[in-house]
T-cell receptor, first 110, second 117 residues
Framework: DAKTTQPTSMDCAEGRAANLPCNHS???????VYWYRQIHSQGPQYIIH???NNETNEMASLIITEDRKSSTLILPHATLRDTAVYYC???????????FGAGTILRVKS | SAVISQKPSRDICQRGTSLTIQCQVD?????MFWYRQQPGQSLTLIAT?????????ESGFVIDKFPISRPNLTFSTLTVSNMSPEDSSIYLC??????????????FGPGTRLLVL
């Protein structure tokens, strides 16, 4: 599976949009971009995933560049409860393990 | 999405003993995974457990230390054998299931927090 690169940490003001970038320049054509988050010592929570089109759900939006070498996770109105470690992972859509990097620590501040 | 529970949620154990962690899913799933998260670290896959076949272990993990059972499509156990303080970690079960969007998605249980003294 392709490797990903994420900033170590980011801060965001409560109520503002949080934009979390991820680079995956070696992504293959059949690999999806997945985002998870882990709130202090809980099990990782699935957020969203996509192949090449932008995706949106009730939690977040995923913007994937046309060349698929990078993506951005957008939390439209961050709250204090969104403070967590966010992981960007690329893998094929079925049967493969998730390879977790260090992720981005997002701190939402009031 | 699949709902996953784990037992116990946490435990404190003495070195040299063994602990069996249970993972229960509310639907039938083919693939289950066991991960470990050491203090301050990210998650690392221990093994993949498919029903009806032997578990497949990642490099650095062996069956004698982490035996896994997968008796049916909704249940699995991971045993941490002959424990040492270095085994103190969060152990997480995950399953692959149909989710929103294309392909399949992995969902995680709440984890088992193990402290070995």
């Amino acid at each position: 599976d392709a490797k990903t690169t994420q900033p170590t940490s980011m801060d965001c003001a409560e109520g503002r949009a949080a934009n979390l970038p991820c680079n995956h320049s070696t992504i293959s054509g059949n690999e999806y971009v997945y985002w998870y988050r882990q709130i202090h010592s809980q099990g990782p929570q699935y957020i969203i995933h996509g192949l090449k089109n932008n995706e949106t759900n009730e939690m977040a939006s995923l913007i994937i560049t046309e060349d698929r070498k990078s993506s951005t996770l957008i939390l439209p109105h961050a709250t204090l409860r969104d403070t967590a470690v966010y992981y960007c992972i690329v893998r094929v859509a079925r049967g493969n393990k998730l390879v977790f990097g260090a992720g981005t620590i997002l701190r939402v501040k009031s | 999405s699949a709902v996953i529970s784990q037992k116990p949620s946490r435990d404190i154990c003495q070195r040299g003993t063994s602990l069996t962690i249970q993972c229960q899913v509310d639907s039938q799933v083919t693939m289950m995974f066991w991960y470990r998260q050491q203090p301050g670290q990210s998650l690392t896959l221990i093994a993949t457990a498919n029903q009806g076949s032997e578990a497949t272990y990642e490099s650095g993990f062996v069956i004698d230390k982490f035996p896994i059972s997968r008796p049916n499509l909704t249940f699995s156990t991971l045993t941490v054998s002959n424990m040492s303080p270095e085994d103190s970690s969060i152990y997480l079960c995950s399953v692959e299931d149909r989710g929103p969007g294309p392909g399949e998605t992995q969902y995680f249980g709440p984890g088992t927090r193990l402290l070995v003294l």
